[in-house]
């Protein structure tokens, strides 16, 4: 009984490693500047874009804005993005990035051009902007496309 027990400890010690591992080793993309792209969204959910543009590594986007049954067409809700940015090289990088909320189909609902966003040399940045943003498009947000240019 004794064995029985170390052999499920020894491969729960091998199972917990192996998911620590697979959960560290998400693979930085390369692309280019500028960049686009659609992705799906909801507001609330942490995007890991896991990107490196030019020199800055792009790992998470967020947006959030409260409890949804607060968002009303029409009327604006205060919204957080947060971005996390690396830059990897030795010189100060700016990202200007603008964020299209769409629709299941891929319709514009509402434009939001964040502010520059400067990260020093081989410094890590997470950037915090408040945008107002009507109500009833961040209901509606099924999918957001990122415009990004590293200058």
């Given at each position: 009984?004794?064995?029985?027990?170390?052999?499920?400890i020894?491969?729960?010690?091998?199972l917990?490693?192996a998911?620590i591992a697979?959960?560290?080793?998400?693979?930085l993309?390369e692309?280019?500047?500028?960049?686009?792209?659609?992705?799906?969204?909801?507001?609330?959910?942490?995007?890991d874009?896991?990107?490196?543009?030019?020199?800055?590594k792009w790992?998470v986007?967020?947006?959030?804005?409260?409890d949804?049954?607060?968002?009303t067409?029409?009327?604006?809700?205060?919204?957080?993005?947060?971005s996390?940015?690396?830059?990897l090289?030795?010189t100060?990088l700016?990202?200007?990035?603008?964020?299209?909320?769409?629709?299941?189909r891929g319709?514009?609902?509402?434009?939001i051009?964040?502010?520059?966003?400067k990260?020093g040399?081989g410094?890590y940045n997470?950037?915090?902007?408040k945008?107002?943003?009507?109500?009833?498009n961040l209901?509606?947000?099924?999918?957001?496309?990122?415009?990004?240019?590293?200058?």
């Open positions: 009984m004794r064995r029985i027990a170390e052999v499920l020894v491969i729960g010690a091998i917990a490693s998911g697979a959960a560290q080793s998400t693979e993309r692309v280019s500047s500028p960049f686009g792209e659609e992705f799906d969204f909801k507001v609330g959910q942490t995007l874009l896991n990107l490196r543009i030019n020199g800055i790992t986007l967020r947006a959030s804005a409260g949804d049954e607060g968002w067409a029409g009327k604006k809700t205060k919204t957080t993005f947060t996390e940015f690396e830059n090289t030795d100060a700016a990202l200007s990035a603008i964020i299209l909320l769409e629709d299941e319709r514009q609902l509402e434009r051009e964040l502010k520059k966003i990260v040399p410094r997470e950037d915090i902007q945008i107002k943003v009507d109500g009833g209901a509606q947000t099924a999918k957001i496309y990122i415009f990004a240019e590293v200058e």
